[in-house]
């Protein structure tokens, strides 16, 4: 946090004093100066007159203060306070005091620290700035760095990676060098992001083919230029390299707490990830055809976006491709109605929604209700109160417990001022009553579709709903456990700018066991793609 930041966010007044004349005097023609930190760009300041005494922390080492007619230099060591008079051409006398924190180094990067080469890239030595400062941070942050990954082999791997780092860094080389370092902490919250923009420009010819990412290892086409490749043709092999290689070579860049989940995070990635360690001029890919069950290999030139536009051809229907955050279908004639619930954003919209939909059930006399998360990354988990109000069969609380951590480190990201440490609350009586028949409660059967991409406060939700036998959870296990990590900060890394989210607050959820951690188990599994098909057989069977 640079000086003038630490003073605009409320650093103290101590009282209104003369100034006195031993100390070192700065002069100036108005209340508005410039000072310098350790070297870097100066930055703007003013030195208000009331109260006649000002405090100012820094975490610098070398102060610069200039006015339009005189200059101070300060040299401050690390807990030690310097004062000086400053004085307007008014007459007007300030005592100014500078103190100087004990500073997180890698908060506060030199000037010569910062400096990047003239080709845009980044030396060895900061490099390794840049991610010590993640790591340091993560550490700071997150409740239980170690909770998956021994010390000694997260610290090992990270010694490792510093010590192989090339003289010429790019930004890509960093998120690659530090993205596995990320996701063996084994927290599917705390994860560093892939710098796209700079890699999947428009001028990159890139992989011209989109993949879908299966959980069994295997790729199938989504889309292909012209349709060279018939759509949901099950890959082979791609320039020699099998399907499950490729994305085994890939899982150590995604974090979750399980594989399925890992997977799942893999098909956002894919395009990225594969031009990252397997991009080439062309690729001989290799495929069955569904139709014809013939082994096809088919070569084609790396493409640029503007004309792969032009040329994919698009299966998907409009529902697969785009959608509300939530909405709803009924099928009077089948008697069910399906939720399509995507994100879990907000409660007021929720609300309204809920109301909505349930007003419609009620007067239709609907008594089949699916409630569709598999595709449902979380959210605000409040939002799934005001929905499992309506259905819950019985009073119920989302989570029993809760740690929370706070540091100087995550006050600074989130501008706030609680006091470090690490706080533990319980829940164990609090609950929350659903709604009564007057306020429209749903008394219908409900079945709820998950999948391993069902996360946060989709896992929430999904798992209090059946640990309070709201109805029939029908899909697969979630992403997302009964005891995880979650509520997250984003963290700038202070040389390359990569962003990485991190945790910093632990759940339990409703009456989970810390010795029994796994998803929502479903009570009837089925692959997620056929969830919704098994479900409509189960109504129209009447079981």
Same mark, same amino acid.
């Given at each position: 946090?640079?000086?003038i930041?630490?003073?605009?966010?409320?650093?103290?007044?101590?009282?209104?004093?003369?100034?006195?004349?031993?100390i070192?005097?700065?002069?100036?023609?108005?209340?508005?100066?410039?000072?310098?930190?350790?070297?870097?760009?100066?930055?703007?300041? +003013?030195?208000?007159?009331?109260?006649?005494?000002q405090?100012?922390?820094?975490?610098?080492?070398?102060?610069?203060?200039?006015?339009?007619?005189? #200059?101070?230099?300060?040299t401050?060591?690390?807990?030690e306070s310097?004062?000086?008079?400053?004085?307007t051409?008014?007459?007007?006398?300030?005592?100014?005091?500078?103190?100087?924190?004990?500073?997180?180094?890698?908060?506060?990067?030199?000037?010569?620290?910062?400096?990047?080469?003239?080709?845009?890239?980044?030396? !060895?030595d900061q490099?390794?700035?840049?991610?010590?400062?993640?790591?340091?941070?993560?550490?700071?942050?997150h409740?239980?760095?170690y909770?998956?990954?021994?010390?000694?082999?997260l610290? #090992?791997a990270?010694?490792?990676?510093?010590?192989?780092?090339?003289?010429?860094?790019?930004?890509?080389?960093i998120?690659?060098?530090?993205?596995p370092?990320?996701?063996?902490?084994?927290?599917?919250h705390?994860?560093?992001s892939?710098?796209?923009?700079?890699?999947l420009?428009?001028?990159?010819?890139?992989?011209?083919?989109?993949?879908?990412?299966?959980?069994?290892?295997?790729?199938?086409?989504?889309m292909?230029? &012209?349709?060279?490749?018939?759509?949901?043709?099950?890959?082979?092999?791609?320039n020699?390299? !099998?399907?499950?290689?490729?994305?085994?070579?890939?899982?150590?860049?995604?974090?979750?707490?399980?594989?399925?989940?890992?997977?799942m995070?893999?098909?956002?990635?894919?395009?990225?990830?594969?031009?990252l360690?397997?991009?080439?001029? +062309?690729?001989?890919?290799e495929?069955?055809?569904?139709?014809?069950?013939?082994?096809?290999?088919?070569?084609?030139?790396?493409?640029?976006?503007?004309?792969?536009c032009?040329?994919?051809?698009?299966?998907?229907?409009?529902?697969?491709?785009?959608?509300?955050?939530?909405?709803?279908?009924?099928d009077?004639?089948?008697n069910?109605?399906?939720?399509?619930f995507?994100s879990?954003?907000?409660?007021?919209?929720?609300?309204?929604?809920?109301?909505?939909m349930?007003?419609?059930?009620?007067?239709?006399?609907?008594?089949?209700?699916?409630?569709?998360i598999r595709?449902n990354?979380?959210g &605000?988990?409040?939002?799934?109160?005001?929905?499992?109000?309506?259905?819950?069969?019985?009073?119920?609380r989302?989570?029993?417990r809760?740690?929370?951590?706070?540091?100087?480190?995550l006050?600074k990201?989130?501008?706030?001022d609680?006091?470090?440490?690490?706080?533990?609350?319980?829940?164990?009586?609090?609950v929350?009553?659903?709604?009564?028949?007057?306020?429209?409660?749903? &008394?219908?059967?409900?079945?709820?579709?998950?999948?391993?991409? #069902?996360?946060?406060?989709?896992?929430?939700?999904?798992?209090?709903?059946?640990?309070?036998?709201?109805? #029939?959870?029908?899909?697969?296990?979630?992403?997302?456990?009964?005891?995880?990590?979650g509520?997250?900060?984003?963290?700038?890394?202070?040389?390359?700018?990569?962003?990485?989210s991190?945790?910093?607050?632990?759940?339990?959820?409703?009456?989970?066991?810390?010795?029994?951690?796994?998803?929502?188990?479903?009570?009837?599994?089925?692959?997620?793609?056929d969830?919704?098909?098994?479900t409509?057989q189960?109504?129209?069977?009447?079981?």
């Amino acid at each position: 946090m640079s000086f003038i930041k630490i003073f605009t966010f409320g650093l103290a007044t101590i009282a209104a004093i003369y100034a006195y004349p031993s100390i070192p005097v700065l002069k100036s023609s108005s209340v508005d100066i410039e000072y310098s930190e350790d070297g870097n760009a100066p930055e703007n300041l +003013s030195i208000i007159n009331e109260p006649r005494y000002q405090l100012y922390n820094t975490h610098a080492h070398n102060i610069k203060l200039m006015s339009d007619c005189d #200059t101070l230099n300060l040299t401050l060591k690390e807990l030690e306070s310097q004062k000086f008079n400053f004085i307007t051409a008014q007459g007007d006398t300030t005592l100014v005091e500078i103190f100087r924190d004990d500073a997180n180094s890698y908060e506060y990067p030199s000037q010569e620290m910062r400096k990047k080469n003239p080709n845009g890239k980044f030396g !060895k030595d900061q490099a390794i700035f840049d991610i010590s400062a993640l790591m340091h941070a993560i550490s700071q942050i997150h409740p239980d760095i170690y909770y998956a990954c021994p010390q000694i082999k997260l610290v #090992t791997a990270t010694k490792a990676v510093l010590d192989n780092l090339p003289d010429s860094v790019s930004r890509i080389d960093i998120y690659n060098a530090a993205a596995p370092l990320v996701a063996m902490i084994g927290d599917g919250h705390t994860h560093l992001s892939f710098p796209y923009n700079d890699l999947l420009t428009e001028e990159l010819y890139r992989m011209p083919v989109l993949f879908y990412v299966q959980q069994d290892g295997t790729l199938q086409c989504r889309m292909s230029p &012209n349709d060279i490749i018939p759509y949901k043709s099950r890959i082979l092999s791609i320039n020699g390299h !099998k399907p499950e290689d490729i994305i085994n070579s890939m899982l150590p860049y995604e974090s979750g707490e399980r594989k399925h989940f890992r997977i799942m995070r893999i098909q956002t990635d894919f395009p990225a990830l594969f031009q990252l360690l397997y991009g080439a001029d +062309s690729y001989d890919i290799e495929y069955i055809d569904p139709v014809t069950n013939q082994v096809t290999t088919t070569t084609i030139k790396a493409m640029q976006w503007g004309d792969l536009c032009k040329r994919w051809i698009s299966h998907e229907t409009k529902n697969q491709v785009v959608s509300d955050d939530y909405s709803y279908t009924v099928d009077s004639i089948n008697n069910v109605a399906i939720m399509d619930f995507r994100s879990f954003t907000d409660t007021e919209k929720m609300s309204a929604f809920a109301d909505s939909m349930f007003t419609e059930l009620r007067e239709k006399n609907i008594g089949n209700l699916i409630i569709d998360i598999r595709n449902n990354g979380g959210g &605000n988990s409040a939002v799934g109160d005001t929905l499992l109000r309506y259905i819950a069969p019985v009073p119920f609380r989302q989570f029993d417990r809760v740690i929370i951590k706070t540091s100087n480190l995550l006050n600074k990201i989130e501008d706030a001022d609680d006091l470090p440490g690490v706080y533990l609350f319980e829940n164990t009586d609090d609950v929350i009553a659903p709604r009564t028949e007057e306020e429209k409660h749903y &008394n219908g059967k409900i079945y709820l579709l998950t999948s391993n991409f #069902t996360f946060s406060s989709a896992a929430d939700f999904s798992w209090v709903f059946k640990e309070i036998g709201a109805g #029939t959870v029908i899909g697969e296990e979630t992403g997302g456990m009964n005891v995880c990590f979650g509520d997250i900060t984003i963290y700038e890394m202070p040389l390359s700018g990569l962003r990485c989210s991190i945790s910093y607050k632990r759940f339990w959820q409703f009456n989970a066991d810390e010795n029994d951690i796994h998803g929502t188990l479903p009570d009837i599994e089925v692959p997620a793609q056929d969830a919704l098909e098994k479900t409509l057989q189960l109504i129209k069977t009447g079981k």
